[in-house]
């Protein structure tokens, strides 16, 4: 299955994705994973993404669009993956359909993960002290939240009217989430075993 997840930031995008690629055998592909290792190994990408991510910022579309033609030409997305964070805005949208439809291998289905921000806020707050995520201080925190808003949001609707998306409550245990989650991707599935 090829699946995008969209959610504000600290919905728990990242801890659901990784629990679905396991059970679907599917790679998970962040970009924003791939943003921090080219910063963490100062790569020229890396160091460009850094003063945008600092600032609360989206890294440009040029920049996250190679990553993410890199990344599906690799053999483990052959038979599928699932998107955690890209794409971000409506350019990235056209940009991602265009690319399927060039290889034949459309979208199956997008998962927006939605919550109430001050649980959000909290939650990033936490696992930036958890975790020493120094892109999860407060002022980020609101600038990423005003992005989202402004920037991603738009593709719920871009999604829902294609008959793609799925909408997901995360608030809840974990395992409440998931549930709900592996429903969606049950009713979505081309080919149920």
Sequence with gaps: MRIVFLGPPGVGKGTQCR???ADLRIPHVSTGD???RAIRDRTPVGRL?????????LVSDDIVQQLVERRLDSPDCAEGWLF?????????AEFL???????TTPLDLVLELF???????QRMLRRARVEGRTDDTPETVRARMRV????????VEYYARKNLLARIDAIGTRNEVFERIQESVRRARPNPD
Excluded: C, K, N, W
């Design 19 to 21: 629990r679905l690629v």
């Design 34 to 36: 791939m943003l921090r």
């Design 49 to 57: 993404a850094a003063e945008r991510m600092d600032a609360g910022q």
């Design 84 to 92: 955690d964070g890209f794409p971000r805005t409506i350019a990235q």
């Design 97 to 103: 359909d265009r690319m399927l439809a060039s290889r």
């Design 115 to 121: 919550g109430d921000e001050s649980i959000l806020v």
């Design 148 to 155: 989202y808003h402004s920037q991603t949001e738009p593709l």
